[in-house]
């Protein structure tokens, strides 16, 4: 147990896992809410994850939230098999999808944004924590709809692995851990580690992908 | 040179394995699954060493997604190049979708006595029969060039259709063919070879 600022007894344990890679991610295409399926070696990365995870929760109760998209489905039916969990008790939760490109979802990458897009790209390096995309979101506001998320897990005995995405699970790890926006920003989104969030601290976990 | 396809299924879903009919819907590849998908993979590598160029199509569902992705990259074919067509896609079982092989001869006993005794002209309600999808199979085949290699990752309904009518099996007997995830076909004039992974 830990305290937070109000000095409330906070136990929550949270398991931060990003989906393996996908067809997009080595593309270098950029997926927000469009979506890719997992590459053979992002299979391999949620075997090898869910393996770590069932070592690490040693048959103890645990919540699985996941984000809706397909590659977090993909990888959450590969974990729960490791784990020997249901795939149907999965709870999806739309406040778990990656933050959104608007209308460019599924952009070739971000050298073609600069290239293609010199003014917003300027904009963009100016001040990345609130800019968006044309009908996209900035990393505020995906803070803003993850924030009750985090608030919600507190109290819960039980840990919770949530199985999400790159910008999200950073933001998530910025609001647990207190971050300013521009530390935050700066975090990183393995898929070949995940994170235990416990006690007011971070772990990282890395895993072996054979 | 003839025209050879390798017709394959994706492997095993979420939704296969609880007995839930997928049809248009979807679901994604389990562990084995996905281990299939890769099984397959392996030995249609080694069926197209040595055949020079092939071309990969595969129905637009995530799970035949998810399929192609994995074989492609146990192939070594470029995952952009692969092309998606709609006419691969399951069979539709409309308001059946989503529920339970048992919960519809339960529930929808007539229709499903109905249409398990003519499959062929019967649909389920709001979905296809197997004309409708034996249509759109040949349309797709009908698009194939006459000569070289096929590589397609689709269904295990429309898959057991196309190869009824491939080889000219009868309209009644079509459903009792087998949906094999362990393995494959090769299609060639007059043949249905089935592969092991």
Not at chain 1, 37 to 66: K, M, N, V, W, Y
Not at chain 1, 78 to 96: A, N, P, Q
Not at chain 2, 160 to 169: A, E, K, P, S
């Amino acid at each position: 147990m830990y305290q937070d600022k109000l000095g409330t007894q906070v136990s929550q344990t949270i398991y931060l896992v990003r989906h393996g890679e996908t067809v997009w991610n080595r593309q270098g295409r950029l997926q927000g809410q469009s979506d890719s399926p997992l590459t053979l070696l992002g299979i391999c990365q949620a075997e090898a994850i869910g393996e770590a995870l069932r070592s690490r929760l040693d048959g103890q109760p645990f919540e699985i939230h996941a984000s809706p998209l397909g590659r977090t489905r993909q990888t959450a039916a590969i974990i729960t098999d490791m784990l020997g969990r249901d795939y149907m008790s999965i709870e999806f939760d739309d406040r778990l999808m990656e933050i959104t490109l608007g209308d460019r979802d599924g952009y070739a990458g971000w050298k073609a944004m600069a290239r293609d897009f010199p003014e917003d790209w300027k904009r963009q390096q100016a001040d990345p924590w609130h800019y968006a995309h044309p009908n996209g979101e900035s990393s505020q506001m995906v803070k803003d709809r993850l924030t009750p998320v985090l608030a919600e897990r507190r109290g819960h005995d039980i840990p919770t692995v949530i199985i999400a995405h790159g910008v999200v699970n950073k933001i998530l790890r910025g609001l647990y851990l207190e971050l300013s926006n521009e530390a935050t920003y700066a975090l990183d989104r393995p898929q070949d580690a995940f994170h235990h969030l416990s006690a007011g601290s971070i772990e990282t976990i890395e895993v072996e992908v054979e | 040179m003839t025209r050879e396809i390798f017709l394959l299924r994706h492997g095993q879903t979420v939704w296969n394995r609880a007995g839930i009919i997928q049809g248009r819907k979807d679901s994604p590849l389990t562990l084995k699954g996905a281990r299939q998908a890769e099984a397959m993979g392996v030995r249609l590598a080694e069926q197209l060493a040595g055949r020079g160029e092939y071309t990969v199509f595969a129905s637009p569902l995530g799970r035949t997604r998810q399929s192609a992705a994995i074989v492609c990259d146990v192939i070594g074919y470029p995952d952009d190049q692969i092309t998606f067509d709609d006419r691969l896609m399951e069979t539709s079982f409309g308001r059946w979708e989503n529920r339970s092989h048992s919960d519809v001869e339960t529930n929808d006993s007539e229709t499903s006595s109905q249409r398990n005794a003519d499959r062929w002209n019967i649909r389920a309600p709001g979905g296809e029969n197997y004309s409708d999808v034996g249509d759109r199979v040949l349309s797709f085949v009908g698009d194939l060039p006459t000569e070289g290699t096929i590589v397609v990752v689709a269904h295990g309904g429309m898959g057991r259709i196309w190869r009824g009518m491939h080889m000219g099996v009868a309209k009644t007997e079509i459903h009792t063919l087998p949906e094999p995830q362990d393995g494959f076909f090769r299609l060639t004039e007059g043949v249905c070879e089935y592969i092991e992974s």
